[in-house]
């Protein structure tokens, strides 16, 4: 339908090459002053790219995205629940850290990115290694990293609407979160390097993320250890766990008003019984 609009450029590659390469392609052959990302399954609202613009329009940012929702989000029970994960991710998490200055990862379906600064970082980008292999996951997050490196802000749009189709069965969805999983700890050691140029919430946030469920996976195995041991279910750990869950669901609730997101509690087995062996 628009192969023959001037406006438009399509790039043809010989063979898949993976998503790095086929975005730097397109980088290098792109003119603009700034650059969206958008994935193959998202469907963008008609205003987001005037509103990540206008975010953009502050030389100091180096990226921003918008917010992601499941456009398949009434198929299954488990892309309800995905759907208000990602509404937890995008309104809480990077809500969070662009109120103090970096979105610690700009994500796929959405990005919006300033050319000239993509230009002096394709090198960097291109030729990341993972043990001794150039790298083949974890493309969005590595990106904004490096963007945060090289001194930019990164921002959050929240009125800038993405619908992305997410996984409707376990299966995929594990391994969806195995891949952000290596990602989000492999590029944590890059992030720590730049903490200490950043505001200190960013570090709490940084080691909350990955200490957290380091955590969580010992209070399990420690009320595994005393049931099997002693026979006593480990209600401390228990009552705990639930408490957290119940006040996050509710501030959720409270803060979107909608009552569905109760029912995110039900992600928490999820989390403890299926994500957290994963992770």
């Known amino acids: 339908a628009f192969a023959g609009d001037p406006r438009f450029s399509f790039i043809l590659l010989d063979k898949n090459v993976g998503k790095r390469k086929a975005q730097i392609a397109a980088i290098r052959r792109s003119s603009g002053d700034l650059v969206l990302n958008v994935d193959s399954d998202t469907t963008l609202a008609s205003d987001v ?16 995205m918008g917010q992601l929702m499941a456009s398949n989000r009434s198929d299954t029970w488990l892309t309800r629940l995905i759907d208000m994960e990602y509404w937890l991710a995008c309104n809480e998490e990077r809500a969070a850290q662009a109120r103090f200055g970096a979105v610690m990862c700009c994500c796929g379906p959405c990005a919006m990115y300033r050319r000239s600064a993509l230009l002096l970082l394709l090198d960097q980008y291109e030729t990341q290694l993972f043990r001794g292999k150039p790298s083949d996951f974890g493309e969005d997050r590595h990106l904004t990293i490096l963007m945060l490196k090289a001194g930019l802000r990164t921002e959050y749009v929240p009125d800038a609407i993405a619908a992305t189709v997410v996984p409707d069965r376990l299966g995929p969805y594990l391994r969806q979160q195995l891949r952000w ?92 019984f299926l994500l957290l062996p994963l992770k």
């Open 49 to 64: 790219v005037t509103k990540l613009a206008l975010k953009m329009q502050d030389p100091a940012v180096g990226a921003a």
């Open 181 to 272: 999983a290596r990602s989000t700890f492999r590029d944590t050691f890059l992030a720590l390097r730049l903490l200490p140029s950043l505001d200190r919430y960013l570090t709490l946030d940084v080691v909350g993320q990955n200490l957290g469920p380091l955590l969580l996976a010992l209070s399990v195995l420690a009320g595994l250890a005393q049931l099997a041991l002693t026979a006593t279910v480990p209600w401390s750990a228990v009552l705990m766990i639930a408490s957290m869950t119940i006040i996050r669901c509710s501030v959720a609730a409270f803060r979107a008003r909608q009552l569905r997101f109760l029912g995110f509690s039900l992600h928490t087995f999820i989390s403890v």
